[in-house]
C-alpha cells in the first residue's frame, strides 16, 4: 500500500514563497508517477501539476505556470512544489496525489489511486 504526506503548507503574504513536499512510503518513488492538486473553499479539486516518474516530464495547470516548480528526489522518495509570487487565489487546501500503475503522467484526478490528507496554504493580501 502506499501512503502520501504533503507538508511545507502555512501562511504567507502575497508575493512570499513555500515550498511544499509529498513523502512516499510503501513503493519505490521511481514506480510512481506523482502529482498535486488542490480545492479552495467552495470550489473544486483543481489539477496543479504533475511529474513523471524519473522527473523528465512535467505539467503545469494555466493558472500556476511561470509561478510553481515541481520536481522529484526519487532517492528520498519525496516530491516537491516550490511555489513563488503567491496570491490571494492560491489559498487551497494542496493535496500529494500518486499512482503506480499509469507511466504516463495525468491532470485527471481519477488517474490517481494514492492521495495525501492535503496541507493548508493561505495567502493573505
Known amino acids: 500500500q502506499v501512503h502520501v504526506v504533503e507538508s511545507g503548507g502555512g501562511l504567507v503574504q502575497a508575493g512570499g514563497s513555500l515550498r511544499l513536499s509529498c513523502a512516499a512510503s510503501g513503493r519505490t518513488a521511481s514506480d510512481l508517477v506523482m502529482g498535486w492538486f488542490r480545492q479552495a473553499p467552495g470550489k473544486g479539486r483543481e489539477f496543479v501539476s504533475d511529474?513523471?516518474?524519473?522527473?523528465?516530464?512535467?505539467r503545469y495547470g494555466d493558472s500556476v505556470a511561470g509561478r510553481f516548480t515541481i520536481s522529484r528526489d526519487n532517492a528520498k522518495n519525496t516530491m516537491y512544489l516550490q511555489m513563488n509570487s503567491l496570491n490571494a487565489e492560491d489559498t487551497a487546501l494542496y493535496y500529494c496525489a500518486a499512482d503506480s500503475s499509469r507511466v504516463f503522467v495525468s491532470p485527471s484526478q481519477s488517474d490517481y489511486a494514492y492521495w495525501g490528507q492535503g496541507t493548508q496554504v493561505t495567502v493573505s493580501a
Open positions: 511529474i513523471s516518474r524519473f522527473g523528465s516530464t512535467t
